[in-house]
């Protein structure tokens, strides 16, 4: 039971106002919802599933956005930081393709892109840093140097995708970054 008669009305507007893609149109329409006061009950959960319109012989691909806030104080909020962090995969994702298709050019972009998205997401820093030095970059050693610093862990993956064949770098940036 909503919390007011302008409850509906609020959200049909955030939507039809807003741009982009489907996933965030809804995110504002929901937020619009909250702003009218929402649920009588109050906020405790949240969830978005948007899928294709028409079903694929690749089940797994047709979810496009399953994200679920339980039992949070304000999950709308958390919906939108995982629809950000969402993006940003989807983002990492296409990097990883890039990376597929021999295209490091396009790789590192799509890296850059998650990374601007989510600066402090340390699988965005990485890759994006990773593949900078990988592109023969100068700034990618030092992001990766630095990037080092109190994670040994993320050291030792380095040096098994080097050895896997799967980060591609001059022996001497590899030497220099104790891979």
Do not use: I
């Not at 597929?100 to 840093?129: D, I, K, M, T």
């Not at 990766?144 to 993956?157: D, E, I, N, Q």
């Not at 896997?164 to 030497?175: C, I």
């Amino acid at each position: 039971m909503m919390a007011s008669p302008s409850v509906w009305p609020a959200m049909a507007e955030a939507y039809e106002r807003a741009g982009g893609p489907l996933a965030e149109r809804l995110l504002k329409a929901l937020a619009a919802g909250q702003a009218e006061g929402g649920d009588l009950r109050g906020q405790q959960s949240a969830a978005l599933l948007v899928v294709r319109t028409a079903a694929s012989q690749r089940p797994w691909e047709d979810r496009l956005v399953d994200l679920r806030v339980e039992d949070h104080p304000r999950p709308l909020e958390e919906l939108a930081r995982l629809l950000v962090v969402h993006r940003c995969y989807e983002l990492m994702n296409r990097g990883d393709l890039a990376l597929e298709r021999s295209q490091p050019q396009r790789a590192v972009a799509e890296y850059g892109q998650a990374l601007a998205l989510c600066p402090r997401n340390p699988e965005a820093r990485f890759w994006h840093a990773a593949n900078l030095a990988a592109a023969g970059r100068p700034e990618g050693a030092g992001r990766l140097r630095r990037f080092f610093r109190g994670r040994p862990a993320w050291k030792a993956l380095a040096r098994r995708l080097r050895e896997l064949g799967l980060l591609d770098l001059e022996p001497e940036t590899a030497r220099r970054l104790g891979l």
